[in-house]
């Protein structure tokens, strides 16, 4: 019958979410509503996305942001769904946007133990021509009786309680996991506008032939790195070069790796010695989910991208990222030349 086809066995994300605070006995549900705050984020956020073009918010808003780029109206509307989000989870007291210069203390939310780090709206240069974009997160507890300060965000990503991301794609996919935990995968139903497990423990392949960079950028990269890019388009023994895949949206490009397996890269280079992407909101988050799905993430000095402490909360890195063995052979080329 029609009724048999249907899967009534599903796992919602709010479903994972109340199992995953029962296991922990310690669990107040904070952390569980400062999810659904986000939750409900990445739902809105999806929707506008997806009615950008009909109701008129493609283009640009006519402010610049921190670092001088232009803003995107829905750059500046998924910034303040997210803010909005956070203020009202009253689970957040501090909250670190691209979008915002300093960072958003939430007064008012006199009890929240959570600082919050995110990229509400990565890869927007993608955004008018309708290609993949995505939020990016990554979650803090405050020191034992802080109050909400800085020093409770300049942490490294080994001090994440939880991170990941979502992209805005085909359908939108929200990427999540939590300290010591694995990745586990959703996939947003719009019709039942639940978040909806479709990949549950999420694990990289530990090879594949795939490299993810802008080779726009190859006149300005250290020789180590233009030797590792130009090792992998030899092929050696008849074998076949790599294929090259790059979306320029970060989370679409992390979550492709995700799945294919491969590497993603973003090198500090002559031109920007710091690097592009962010240690907050972009490196350290991804970096997270990476390891806990089986593969490695470093920065230019093939450092682990968990151990970096940035000193500002806007600070950038270099980053590779991808699987064990991919980054494994970037890390030997680095070996080599030093
Ligand atoms: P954004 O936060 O301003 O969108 O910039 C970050 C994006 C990443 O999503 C992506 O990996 C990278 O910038 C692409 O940069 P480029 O266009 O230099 O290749
Ligand atoms: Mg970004």
């Known amino acids: 019958t029609e009724g048999e086809k249907v899967n009534t066995h599903i796992v919602t994300l709010t479903r994972f979410l109340t199992e995953e605070q029962v296991k922990h006995k310690e669990a107040t549900g904070d952390f569980t509503l400062l999810c659904h705050a986000l939750q409900f984020s990445f739902k809105s956020i999806a929707y506008y996305i997806r009615r950008a073009t009909l109701v008129n918010l493609t283009g640009l808003a006519g402010s610049s942001n921190t670092t001088g780029d232009d803003q995107k109206k829905l750059d500046v509307i998924s910034n303040d769904l997210f803010i909005q989000a956070?203020?009202?989870?009253?689970?957040?007291?501090?909250?670190?946007?691209?979008?915002?210069?300093?960072?958003?203390?939430?007064?008012?939310?006199t009890s929240a133990r959570y600082a919050v780090a995110c990229d509400p709206i990565d890869g927007s240069s993608n955004l008018d021509a309708g290609v993949s974009v995505g939020t990016i997160f990554g979650i803090h507890k405050l020191a034992e009786g802080s109050k909400g300060t800085k020093e409770d965000i300049l942490k490294p990503g080994t001090e994440l309680v939880a991170a990941g991301f979502t992209m805005y794609g085909a359908s939108a996919q929200l990427v999540i996991t939590m300290k010591g935990g694995s990745v586990n995968g959703f996939t947003l139903d719009n019709g039942l506008?639940?978040?909806?497990?479709?990949?549950?423990?999420?694990?990289?392949?530990?090879?594949?032939?795939?490299?993810?960079?802008?080779?726009?950028?190859?006149?300005?990269?250290?020789?180590?790195?233009?030797?590792?890019?130009?090792?992998?388009?030899?092929?050696?023994?008849?074998?076949?070069?790599?294929?090259a895949r790059y979306i320029g949206s970060m989370v679409a490009d992390a979550y492709r790796t995700l799945l294919y397996g491969g590497i993603f890269a973003y090198p500090a280079d002559k031109k920007s010695p710091k690097g592009k992407l962010r240690i907050l909101y972009e490196c350290a988050p991804m970096a997270m989910v990476f390891e806990n799905a089986g593969g490695q993430a470093v920065n230019s000095k093939m450092e682990r991208m968990l151990e970096v402490v940035p000193q500002h909360i806007h600070d950038k890195s270099g980053i590779f990222m991808g699987s064990y063995d991919e980054v494994e052979k970037v890390k030997a080329f680095h070996k080599i030349s030093q």
């Open 193 to 243: 506008g639940e978040f909806i497990l479709t990949h549950p423990n999420m694990r990289l392949p530990k090879s594949r032939a795939i490299y993810s960079v802008n080779e726009g950028n190859s006149l300005y990269w250290e020789d180590n790195v233009k030797k590792y890019f130009n090792s992998l388009k030899e092929a050696p023994d008849g074998g076949k070069p790599y294929s």
């Open 86 to 109: 956070m203020r009202s989870s009253g689970r957040c007291a501090l909250l670190v946007s691209e979008e915002e210069e300093d960072v958003i203390y939430f007064k008012d939310s």
